[in-house]
């Protein structure tokens, strides 16, 4: 089994930065691609970023160029960096990961959360 624990978020100003990181531990073959996710008041759950094992990124349009998504795959971590924060990215961001379980058999977890505020 795999968690992810998240680390906290915040209140950020319009035009401010924050990071955030997610930590996968347990018992597992391979973390393969991680990305986050995130979900605004009211709204569904939508793509923020996804990193590759390998490092190819993937970003959700409105989101490029001011965030940043990076893995550490030694520490099993993945980190969003998040610039230009605007008060439509307030929303709880969630980290989620694919790992192996044993080859040929994956699973998928997700963080639980955490809120980041974004105030003009």
């Known amino acids: 089994q795999v968690q992810l624990v998240e680390s906290r978020g915040g209140l950020v100003q319009a035009g401010g930065s924050l990071r955030l990181s997610c930590v996968a531990s347990?018992?597992?073959?391979?973390?393969?691609?991680m990305g986050w996710y995130r979900q605004p008041p009211g709204k569904q759950r939508e793509l923020v970023a996804t990193?590759?094992?390998?490092?190819?990124?993937n970003y959700e349009d409105s989101m490029k160029g001011r965030f940043t998504i990076s893995r550490d795959n030694a520490k099993n971590t993945v980190y969003l960096q998040m610039n230009s924060l605007k008060p439509e990215d307030t929303a709880v961001y969630y980290c989620?990961?694919?790992?192996?379980?044993?080859?040929?058999?994956?699973?998928?977890?997700w963080g639980q959360g955490t809120l980041v505020t974004v105030f003009s």
């Open positions: 989620n990961a694919g790992w192996t379980v044993v080859p040929g058999i994956t699973r998928d977890a």
């Open positions: 347990g018992s597992f073959f391979s973390i393969n691609t």
């Open positions: 990193i590759t094992r390998g490092g190819n990124t």
